[in-house]
């Protein structure tokens, strides 16, 4: 084999490994499963430092809040990215409706993309839109986090979903 510095013997480039150490194709299929774990490790922190890039996101988390709906009577945002979930406590004495779009003349009572969060609970809405409006009665108060990744079923903020403290 030739090497840097002219020709060395394949007995050299392996006699500093154990005796049953693989060789030939086996440490090549070894290496090769090696290399690949290790790309897949890049392309998964690539992923996530692309993520915090673009689109200005720190553990998947887009937004994290407290408001008061305005006169109005829902409060709407939109990011430029889908969102994955948002997470909401309703704080007020009144339903509230989350919606996976921007709002309309008035709040949905059912369909595709609508969620009512009960008064006094916390609720984890997975969603598919960068638009999200949530509805409620005005001067009546919500946190939420809002996430790049659909959440599981369980709310994170504290409350028991569908009842009260």
Same mark, same amino acid.
């Given at each position: ?114 969620? $009512? ?16 409006? $949530? ?31």
């Amino acid at each position: 084999m030739l090497g840097i510095f002219g020709v060395r013997s394949e007995d050299r480039e392996t006699s500093d490994l154990p005796r049953d150490a693989p060789r030939g194709k086996a440490a090549e299929r070894i290496l090769a499963a090696e290399i690949l774990q290790e790309l897949r490790g890049h392309t998964r922190v690539l992923t996530e430092y692309s993520e915090k890039i673009a689109h200005g996101a720190i553990n998947h988390v887009l937004e994290v809040g407290t408001r008061t709906l305005p006169d109005d009577g829902y409060y709407s945002r939109t990011w430029r990215v889908s969102t994955g979930s948002i997470e909401v406590r309703n704080l007020g004495q009144g339903e509230m409706t989350v919606v996976s779009s921007s709002p309309g003349s008035s709040a949905p009572v059912d369909g595709v993309g609508v969620y $009512i969060v009960p008064a006094g609970s916390c609720a984890l809405v997975n969603l598919a839109s960068p638009d999200v409006t $949530i509805w409620g009665t005005a001067g009546e108060r919500f946190s939420y986090q809002v996430y790049t990744r659909g959440g599981g079923s369980a709310p994170t903020l504290g409350a028991v979903d569908g009842g009260g403290a």
